[in-house]
């Protein structure tokens, strides 16, 4: 018997080893995208100058924080998984690859469609419960930083995103 997310959720024990798990991954993850883009990013520059010893701290100053990567990690699940098994996403918010090919495969990660799991459990009455009924997949293309719509031009959507990419990255 295989159950919907939404029902495996449901037993809280499941639920706690599963954000517990999502918690390392997320941390994980978090660490691959400053090592990857700390290069880039603004945030990063007073930490990276520290840690290269070319800026001294002041005496009983702490190490500067740097950008909060954690929070460009999204964890969580379709509201109608392509696969039968319980999968759990994990990525950088930043939705820009190659890989990315259709807009309903943008939309699976950019409308309520992609539950977070720090959502769950979820209410019974919560309106992802019926992501068929609400059409999340056949909305119209939103940029995930700026909003900007883009109705269903998926490519004009991928050019932007390659914009959005370089100046997320430089944050």
């Excluded at 992501?131 to 269903?152: I, V």
């Amino acid at each position: 018997n295989v159950l919907h997310p939404f029902e495996a959720f449901e037993d809280l024990d499941l639920l706690t080893s599963v954000k517990e798990e999502a918690k390392k991954l997320r941390t994980l993850v978090a660490k691959e995208l400053r090592r990857k883009y700390s290069q880039f990013s603004a945030k990063e520059r007073a930490r990276e100058r520290a840690l290269n010893g070319e800026d001294d701290l002041p005496d009983g100053e702490d190490l500067p924080a740097g950008r909060d990567w954690e929070k460009d990690v999204m964890v969580g699940i379709h509201a109608h998984p392509s696969m039968n098994h319980l999968h759990i996403h994990v990525l950088s918010v930043d939705r820009f690859s190659e890989s990315m090919k259709h807009r309903k495969h943008y939309n699976s990660f950019a409308t309520p469609f992609f539950v977070r799991i720090e959502d769950f459990p979820l209410a019974k009455d919560d309106v992802r419960r019926h992501p068929g009924r609400e059409g999340y997949l056949d909305q119209d293309l939103k940029c995930w930083r700026c909003g900007r719509s883009f109705g269903r031009s998926f490519l004009e959507l991928k050019k932007h995103l390659r914009e959005e990419f370089a100046e997320w990255k430089a944050e």
